[in-house]
């Protein structure tokens, strides 16, 4: 499973990382991606990463916005921002790809993440 | 970027009718890579349909997904209480992976 950190409330121009441990299963094996969800919207992948080589591909729109990394020691993924903007209010999700068996789809989601900006 | 385009955006029935939801890309899929998502109100999304056709873990057969090339559809045969939901298409196969804007289909 996937299980995210909890709710952000942060004013513009902070910083913030929120982060995804995996679990009962081999971390650094799989690839998993960044999903946001503005408020009342649909939903945008924002960029994956395989921990086993720290490859990343990000969503052009999301390329230098925010930064994805992963400590494999820790098995955890990790979505962070160096100044924040009112418009990454969002919820979001950490999903994992191929984890039980659809090849190349998010087959396990975390429960997802508020972040809050707002001055 | 591959743009998919949901239809309708609200899609009205009764528990036991059939949904018929539609996924159209602005360019033809060079491959079978096309998943289906449910989302719940504040749940994350689940995966139902991958691959266009194969149905995931623990999903029932009253859904099922086909298509080829630009048009894509998901299909539930008989609605049941839990079914009513918004639902996503993403195709994971051309960088960037882009997901429609979403269909709900709620209670008539």
């Known amino acids: 499973q996937l299980v995210q950190s909890g709710p952000e409330v942060k004013k513009p121009g902070e910083s913030v990382k929120i982060s995804c441990k995996g679990s009962?299963?081999?971390?650094?094996?799989?690839?998993i991606g960044w999903v946001r969800q503005m408020p009342g919207k649909g939903l945008e992948l924002m960029g994956i990463?395989?921990?086993?080589?720290?490859?990343?591909r990000y969503n052009p729109s999301f390329q230098g916005q925010v930064t994805i990394s992963a400590d494999k020691s820790i098995s955890t993924a990790f979505l962070q921002w160096s100044s924040l903007k009112a418009s990454d209010t969002a919820m979001y999700y950490c999903?994992?790809?191929?984890?039980?068996?659809?090849?190349?789809?998010?087959?396990?989601w975390g429960q997802g993440t508020v972040v809050s900006v707002s001055s | 970027d591959i743009v998919l385009t949901q239809s309708p955006g609200t899609l009205s029935l009764s528990p036991g009718g059939r949904a018929t939801l539609s996924c159209r890309a602005s360019q033809s899929l060079t491959s079978t890579h096309l998943a289906w998502y449910q989302q719940q109100p504040g749940q994350p999304p689940r995966l139902l349909i991958y691959g266009i056709s194969t149905r995931a873990t623990g999903v029932p057969d009253r859904f099922s997904g086909g298509g080829s090339g630009t048009d894509f559809t998901l299909t539930v045969s008989r609605l049941e209480p839990e079914d009513f939901a918004v639902y996503y298409c993403?195709?994971?196969?051309?960088?960037?992976?882009?997901f429609g804007q979403g269909t709900k289909v709620d209670i008539k």
């Open positions: 999903a994992g790809m191929g984890l039980l068996g659809a090849i190349d789809a998010f087959d396990v």
């Open positions: 990463m395989y921990p086993h080589t720290s490859e990343t």
């Open positions: 993403q195709q994971y196969g051309t960088s960037p992976w882009t």
């Open positions: 009962g299963y081999s971390f650094s094996s799989y690839w």
